[in-house]
């Protein structure tokens, strides 16, 4: 990658960041956040934003983000409220911004027609604001509560009264006096008056000297940092001295002024700086000198400053950006570094040492050590669940939107953390669920007043830790699934017989059912042709579970619980015609030995097994994979039920279970290529290779082998 | 795609081994390390010439049965044999031979064409021959070893 294009990734990589605060920012303040902070957070995004789109001249994002920062800076400096109105409007510029963002990144066409129409709206939010570069490089301007607050930055519609006197060094480095007061003239109106007392008559005259000295009046609410950078090539090759217009004939208003301002009319910059620091008590924002030169330096305003920039910095944390592979490779070795301590372990226990011996208990304590390092090493890839789940307060309100009801989303345990991998393949079943839980999970506004509830419905999305595994819900407070037409629906489809009597729970378990969706009419949220199976799916393949609870009335509760990690899993070792495979525990309903009366024939080699009176596919393993001709005999083994895609059930049958074990997931894949029915290998304590089985492919494999076998029997007749 | 390693005078290094008493080589750039035997994992539905996977220090490696993928009778492995670890473009690959025996330093001019034979291997495998102090070394390519790299390349 070239540089640039490794910038501008990093710069795309920081706005999704700076989108998320954003997001974060204005959704706190539609809970009543008032904090200042909290506003300029908001403002310093959209800023920091367009500031990077300049540099890489993305035009439709500079436009959009320069109206969207007007509008903020309104409200920061008090002229605009943030009402329940605006926000939903800056929430929605915020989508849009998102939009264009990741437009930029892409190379698409923006929606233009989409941002045009909330560049307006922004732009009636705040029809007093100039729309010139006027709030540009605003940094300085921390006023948020212009009520109690008389000593703070310039009152609105005053200017700044500049002395600006060239020194020969300027001239000698190519500047031009000039090109700086054309600079300044873009900031506002600039009233210029040329002080040409030190012009010495011609003869005296050294053509590189600089006589010329000039006063500028700038009529321009603007902040004196903005001022500051037109002077930023030419500071320290100038006598410098920039005021408020109305301190400007009153300098000496205030006993306290700092001795550096109070000393001369005019004085160097920088040093001026480093006192206004100091007396800040040497706080880092470099946003500090930017008030204190109003007439009033009372130390308050500074020290209100620094104690807010703590909280910001430790708000940013100490962070480091590493190449995802760096950490891969560092997790990969700590796998090998686990089998390998397993490996020796085993040996020293085969050479007959004892458990108390010193070696074994050394080799105690490298387990232990080895075990600390793996945790911390996958914690370095587990992050938290927050950079999904800040997806969905956009999500929720698209929906709500759509379907016309109220929607609040209450989020819990953003800050869970879980494994890259998982949480980049969790977004799509998430925005499913959540999705459902609107359009189908909540009643109508007058359904819920009916029942008496609140007309705004509650989607609760909750993440926590639990036994090793991250646990998911999304909740609704909504009227819950209505069974009866579950049912109905289920018998209509022929997904269960209309006699069958089922459980509640069995009933609920319908909707993750292949081809079931339950509302009548397809919607255009949730009629996408993707059900709950598809969800259901996802999840399993993340070596997940998905449950459902529901009550009548009070609404549903998706519980999802899932792996931390795809580097290891949870196994079940067990052995196949002398092969020792692993099967993946997540898969696994339960194991039972058959009797030999449970086994039965179902014409050509299938066969079923008997469990409690059901019949269930029984697929040998050992056949299935090709390890053996013959399947075992009829109460030989051991059955693992497992329930597959779609809730299908079948019991796998192997010769024997070794124990239960998490294994570290190897590829088969990098070396070798897929094999049908093994999902991935493992290392085991003995530095074998175990093959862990695919479980859904083994089935459908047998299934299909079976209709296979029928279809060239069809063909063979035909 | 074999890298090769260029000695002073347009020279080449090969390794050569033995299977099934002939003598080929390959070279050595190809190869990462040499280790004995160990008992491999059966691989299922794999084709008669792969032994299996075994762990080299954390990957999983596939062994090819050389002698069975050039065509010969596939002979019992034991501790007597020898696996040549070998980079064959972006995956590595353990090939089980009988023994290593040498290393040669040879100039291209020294290899031969492979004669027009009738065997499928021969015209799969066998990039050139060499003849060297009477005895007949075949050269192979290693690109078409694995199944899969085979199916790619066609």
């Known amino acids: 990658m070239d540089p640039l294009a490794a910038i501008r990734e990093t710069f795309f990589q920081e706005c999704e960041e700076q989108l998320a605060e954003l997001e974060a920012g204005l959704l706190a303040m539609e809970e009543g956040d008032t904090d200042p902070e909290t506003i300029n957070a908001v403002f310093r995004a959209v800023h920091s934003i367009k500031g990077g789109a300049g540099a890489f001249s993305l035009e439709a994002l500079i436009r959009f983000a320069h109206v969207f920062e007007t509008a903020m800076d309104e409200m920061r400096s008090g002229r605009l409220a943030p009402s329940p109105d605006v926000l939903k409007t800056l929430l929605r510029a915020a989508d849009v911004l998102a939009d264009l963002v990741r437009a930029a990144h892409d190379g698409d066409p923006s929606d233009d027609a989409r941002s045009a129409a909330l560049v307006d709206e922004l732009k009636a939010l705040s029809p007093d604001a100039e729309d010139g570069e006027g709030g540009e490089e605003d940094w300085g301007d921390f006023e948020f509560t212009p009520v109690g607050a008389p000593d703070a930055a310039a009152p609105a519609g005053s200017g700044w009264r500049i002395a600006f006197k060239p020194r020969a060094d300027l001239y000698a480095k190519a500047n031009e006096a000039a090109l700086v007061l054309r600079e300044l003239g873009r900031l506002g109106e600039i009233t210029v008056t040329l002080d040409a007392g030190a012009l010495p008559l011609l003869p005296d005259l050294d053509p590189e000297a600089a006589y010329l000295a000039w006063t500028i009046d700038l009529a321009a609410d603007v902040a004196e940092t903005a001022v500051r950078e037109v002077f930023e090539y030419v500071d320290g090759d100038c006598e410098l001295d920039i005021r408020p217009l109305a301190a400007a004939g009153e300098p000496d208003s205030s006993e306290a002024t700092p001795e550096a301002f109070a000393a001369a009319p005019t004085f160097d910059v920088a040093a001026l700086i480093a006192s206004v620091q100091s007396t800040a008590g040497g706080a880092a924002s470099p946003d500090l000198p930017a008030q204190s030169p109003s007439a009033d330096p009372s130390p308050t305003t500074p020290a209100r400053k620094t104690e807010q920039a703590p909280a910001a910095a430790a708000a940013a944390g100490a962070t480091i950006r590493v190449d995802l592979e760096r950490v891969d490779r560092l997790i990969d070795l700590v796998g090998e570094l686990v089998i390998n301590q397993a490996m020796l372990s085993q040996r020293v226990m085969e050479a007959g040492f004892a458990r108390a011996s010193n070696v074994a208990m050394g080799l105690d304590e490298l387990e232990q050590l080895t075990r600390e390092i793996q945790d911390s090493v996958m914690a370095i890839r587990a992050q938290p669940v927050k950079s999904v789940f800040q997806r969905m307060p956009r999500l929720v309100r698209e929906v709500a939107a759509m379907t016309g009801k109220p929607v609040r989303l209450i989020t819990e345990g953003e800050g869970t953390e879980v494994d890259k991998t998982v949480i980049e393949r969790l977004a799509d079943p998430l925005t499913h669920m959540i999705r459902n839980a609107i359009d189908h999970g909540l009643e109508s506004p007058e359904a819920r007043a009916a029942a008496g509830k609140s007309a705004e419905g509650t989607v609760r999305l909750t993440a926590a830790h639990r036994s090793g595994r991250i646990v998911i819900e999304v909740a609704d407070d909504g009227g819950g699934i209505n069974r009866a037409r579950v049912k109905a629906i289920a018998v209509e489809r022929g997904l269960i017989a209309a006699e069958a009597t089922l459980s509640d729970e069995e009933v609920d378990s319908l909707i993750f059912m292949p081809g079931f969706s339950t509302a009548s009419e397809v919607s255009d949220i949730s009629g996408r042709g993707v059900g709950m199976d598809v969800v259901r799916r996802s999840i399993q393949s993340l070596g997940g579970r998905i449950s459902i609870a529901s009550r009548p009335g009070l609404g549903s509760t998706f519980t999802m619980s899932l792996p931390l990690t795809l580097a290891v899993l949870d196994g079940m070792v067990v052995s196949v015609a002398g092969q020792t495979l692993v099967a993946p525990i997540t898969a696994i309903v339960e194991t039972l030995q058959p009797k030999p009366g449970d086994v039965h024939g179902l014409g050509g080699d299938a066969r079923v097994i008997a469990i409690r009176d059901t019949y269930t596919p029984l697929i040998d393993v050992g056949l299935a994979l090709g390890y053996r001709a013959e399947s075992l005999p009829a109460g030989q083994g051991v059955a693992l039920l497992i329930e597959g895609e779609g809730g299908a059930r079948a019991a796998i049958l192997v010769d024997a279970i070794q124990g239960q074990r998490q294994v570290v997931i190897k590829s088969l894949e990098a070396n070798y290529g897929q094999v049908p029915g093994v999902a991935a290998a493992t290392i085991l304590g003995d530095g074998r290779v175990a093959l862990i089985l695919d479980i859904d492919t083994i089935v459908a494999v047998s299934r299909g082998a079976d209709s296979t076998r029928a279809e060239k029997r069809k063909a063979a007749a035909g | ?154």
């Open chain 2, 1 to 154: 795609m074999t890298p090769t390693q260029t000695v002073p005078g347009g020279a080449r290094e090969l390794i050569s081994f033995r299977v099934n008493a002939q003598e080929f080589c390959v070279d050595i750039m190809a190869v990462r390390e040499i280790r004995g035997w160990t008992a491999a994992t059966a691989v299922p539905q794999s084709p008669a010439f792969v032994r299996g996977v075994i762990n080299l220090r954390g990957a999983v490696l596939p062994i090819v049965d050389l002698a069975a993928r050039l065509g010969f009778e596939s002979a019992e492995a034991s501790d007597r044999h020898v696996i040549i670890v070998a980079q064959i473009g972006a995956q590595t690959v353990g090939l089980l031979v009988d023994a290593v025996s040498d290393i040669l330093t040879v100039t291209d001019d020294v290899i031969q064409p492979t004669p027009d034979v009738a065997s499928d291997t021969a015209r799969t495998f066998v990039r050139g021959l060499l003849a060297i102090e009477g005895r007949m070394i075949s050269l192979i390519s290693l690109d078409r070893v694995l199944p899969s790299l085979e199916l790619e390349a066609a």
